[in-house]
Nanobody, 122 residues
Framework: QVQLVESGGGLVQAGDSLRLSCAAS????????IGWFRQAPGKERDFVAG????????NYADAVKGRFTISRDNAKNTVYVQMNSLKPEDTAVYYC???????????????WGQGTQVTVSS
């Protein structure tokens, strides 16, 4: 089993940057594909970015390509997402989640963190 804890959210202005962290427990962390999702009020939970267990493969939603960068440090059991050039439409609760294979569908993910709020003011 894997437990995930997100951190790094906050209130920023448009154009600013934030780095979110997802810290995991468990010795099998490197087995899992880790995805970041976000959910705005009244909207569905959407895939943002994902990274393979080794860190060798990444993928991004079109809305964040070129602005967000996902990375992981398996020695620290942590996945990061660096978010640059933030926009008001990036405002949401951000969740990290673990899956056994690479995918963008939230229902395929086995473990979830509690989420961290990101608010971008205009």
């Amino acid at each position: 089993q894997v437990q995930l804890v997100e951190s790094g959210g906050g209130l920023v202005q448009a154009g600013d940057s934030l780095r979110l962290s997802c810290a995991a427990s468990g010795r099998t962390f490197s087995r899992y594909f880790i995805g970041w999702f976000r959910q705005a009020p009244g909207k569905e939970r959407d895939f943002v970015a994902g990274i393979s267990g080794s860190g060798g493969r990444t993928n991004y939603a079109d809305a964040v390509k070129g602005r967000f960068t996902i990375s992981r440090d398996n020695a620290k059991n942590t996945v990061y997402v660096q978010m640059n050039s933030l926009k008001p439409e990036d405002t949401a609760v951000y969740y990290c989640a673990a899956a056994l294979f690479e995918n963008t569908y939230s229902k395929s993910y086995l473990y979830w963190g509690q989420g961290t709020q990101v608010t971008v003011s205009s």
